[in-house]
């Protein structure tokens, strides 16, 4: 079997993570980094299930997220709400044709005009700043899965703790 399966790209030192151009580009010249794109379904800001994919752009990641979510965390709200990097006429198919719920997804140019979601952001915010996570330490999506799982645990479980 082709370590590339249905990807553009893998890495040598990661064949599981796909070249992505990653936000921290300091240097500005469009370098490219194995990375993975990771997805979390929040609910006041607590992660309730979360994914870690090799596709480069969230359009690509909305139907198997939510295809896992089913599969392994909770049935569907009514409503699905995800930003602007979500949408496109293939998910918004998926959620009002296969799935039978409300698509809340922005369109695609909110993005420039709007900040994004304010119950996932913060998680992500949160992960960064207070944790200084960000990026993995290991390789490898199982090993990755459980390392971003302990780091989500760990904001879940803060948010908890300050509930006051």
Do not use: W
């Not at 089913?70 to 949408?87: K, N, R, S, T």
Request: net charge positive; aromatic share 12%; proline share 4%.
């Amino acid at each position: 079997m082709c370590s590339l399966g249905t990807r553009n790209s893998y890495s040598k030192t990661d064949v599981d993570a796909t070249f992505m151009r990653m936000k921290d580009d300091y240097m500005k010249n469009g370098q490219l980094k194995p990375g993975y794109n990771v997805q979390i379904a929040t609910e006041n800001q607590y992660v309730l299930a979360y994914e870690v994919y090799p596709n480069p752009t969230d359009t690509k990641t909305l139907v198997p997220f939510l295809q896992d979510i089913q599969a392994h965390y909770f049935e569907l709200p009514e409503h699905i709400v995800a930003d602007a990097g979500y949408g496109s006429e293939q998910n918004y198919q998926y959620v009002i044709e296969t799935l039978q719920r409300k698509a809340l997804i922005t369109y695609g140019m909110y993005r420039k005009e709007q900040q994004r979601k304010i119950d996932v952001e913060p998680v992500f915010g949160f992960l960064k700043a207070n944790l200084g996570f960000t990026r993995f330490s290991l390789r490898g999506k199982s090993k990755v899965r459980n390392e971003i799982g302990l780091a989500l645990m760990a904001t879940n479980l803060r948010k908890y703790a300050m509930r006051g």
